[in-house]
């Protein structure tokens, strides 16, 4: 192939993205401490600049490029628009935080803006290599964000079981695919399904490949029995920081499992989906038992994240276009919802004090009833209750199960559904009906966090009222992206 070949513009959006980082990292050398917004607008401008090229060079079908390991397609375009609104956000309602806590630096925006630029290759990725490249450099960046706080012990603590479990799950899933490659001989995606298929490959040996590259994606979803990390570093990292792993990875998480199993492992479907029963179940099971225990805001949303991830992998497990664009779905749905709830903590927060514990919410509708309202609408969507999007979501890949005839799962998810909305009432509870611990009035934002704050909690209700539109926005992203087979 050469230069004159190589086309580009697929991949326009991770090089501008690429460049403004490295702009923004030297610039950012020469700009004083108390002109920081300069950094916090260029990085909010660089987002912008992505969402524009994304949509001015999408196309309703796959192109691949660059000796076809990268692919742009639908899915890849309306994934990356939503990683970008949820970064965006995660910057505007971190800012005031960032700032009482002394890390308001370049190194928190830029860190913020690579760990973005490896969800994107993740996403566009059309072979192992390119995933796995991918992955690495959305991983390094969070290591290093949840151990900003130098001083912070529990942030260090965190940093380090993340970066060694970390470490770890990458290892089995490079194994996985070094074991794929051994039994298929290529790398590709769409090879690799297609030799499996073909019954040219070493069927044996793929199935060893398929038990560790499943454990990997197992952690890096959260899922049980590969979720140990998820609460220690949901509590010990920054609020801020949290926030950015718990919304934009989690979609980046998503398709990172769509490309390898629903596509390139394809032909392998009864295997991974035994196993990717076991893995919603004891997800569901224990996320949602284990939160009702917790009385730490952060640790109970990271047991409710890993319990989502259950709902989230029923979808996926069906192995139909149906199921696909319900989990896709669910996986918008559940951005939304914990950028939410953890941009209320961080709007709670103020300088020497975190909003974490549910003593913090005592009394929030006393002190300012909008704000308590936002949380009782993200807490309903978090629950599954009507009219809210959680509710749309789950009947969603719910349905998807039922449709394979797996309606005993189906049964099992509306329990824990069930059980899980327990925790979420209690929250409702302590901020309506139980009396205020402290007489400190709410901290004053930006109207920036105010007003994305507001959009993003009522967009729950909004779209849990006519999710026709996002439901059907990615019902055409999968169908388009599945054709590049």
């Known amino acids: 192939m050469t230069w004159a070949d190589l086309n580009l513009m697929p991949a326009l959006p991770e090089i501008f993205l690429l460049a403004a980082v490295s702009v923004i990292l030297v610039l950012d050398l020469f700009i004083p401490d108390e002109k920081r917004g300069i950094t916090y607008l260029l990085s909010l401008l660089t987002l912008a600049g992505c969402a524009v090229i994304t949509m001015s060079t999408s196309l309703p079908y796959p192109v691949l490029t660059l000796s076809d390991m990268f692919v742009d397609d639908p899915m890849a375009d309306l994934i990356k628009v939503a990683m970008y609104a949820a970064t965006a956000a995660t910057l505007v309602y971190s800012r005031r935080y960032i700032a009482d806590r002394g890390f308001y630096n370049g190194e928190f925006f830029t860190l913020s803006l690579f760990a973005l630029l490896g969800m994107m290759v993740m996403v566009s990725a059309h072979h192992f290599l390119t995933l796995y490249m991918g992955l690495e450099l959305m991983s390094l960046a969070l290591y290093a964000l949840v151990a900003l706080r130098r001083g912070s012990v529990p942030a260090t603590e965190a940093a380090m079981k993340y970066f060694v479990l970390g470490a770890l799950a990458s290892g089995m899933l490079l194994y996985g695919m070094s074991m794929i490659y051994g039994a298929t001989g290529t790398l590709d995606i769409a090879k690799i399904a297609a030799s499996l298929a073909g019954g040219s490959a070493n069927m044996t040996l793929a199935l060893f490949g398929l038990v560790f590259i499943v454990a990997g994606l197992a952690f890096k979803l959260g899922a049980v029995p590969f979720h140990m990390w998820v609460p220690d570093v949901y509590q010990g990292a920054p609020t801020a920081v949290t926030l ?153 890949v719910l349905k998807s199960v039922v449709d394979i005839g797996l309606i005993w799962l189906a049964v099992v998810g509306v329990v824990f559904s069930l059980i899980g909305a327990f925790y979420y009432l209690r929250v409702v509870k302590a901020m309506y009906f139980d009396e205020a611990s402290d007489a400190e009035p709410v901290g004053q934002v930006g109207m920036d966090m105010r007003v994305v704050l507001s959009v993003n909690a009522i967009a729950l209700l909004v779209l849990g009222v006519v999710p026709d539109g996002l439901y059907a926005l990615c019902v055409e992203a999968m169908k388009q992206s599945l054709q590049v087979l």
Request: aromatic content about 10%.
């Open 244 to 396: 950015l792993i718990g919304g934009a990875p989690k979609l980046a998480a998503f398709v990172f499992v769509v490309r390898i199993l629903s596509q390139g492992l394809e032909p392998l479907l009864v295997q991974w989906q035994g196993m990717l029963i076991i893995l919603a179940v004891l997800s569901m099971a224990i996320g949602n038992l284990t939160a009702i225990a917790q009385t730490n805001l952060k640790r109970m949303l990271a047991y409710s994240t890993i319990s989502h991830m259950g709902f989230l992998v029923l979808g996926i497990l069906a192995g139909t276009p149906a199921g696909l664009s319900a989990s896709l779905f669910y996986a918008v749905s559940y951005v939304l919802m914990a950028l939410a709830g953890f941009g209320i903590l961080l709007l709670l927060s103020r300088a020497g004090v975190d909003c974490e514990t549910l003593d913090d919410l005592k009394g929030l509708n006393r002190k300012n009833s909008w704000y308590a309202f936002l949380m009782l609408v993200v807490m309903f969507s978090m629950a599954g209750i009507p009219p809210m999007v959680g509710f749309n979501a789950k009947l969603a």
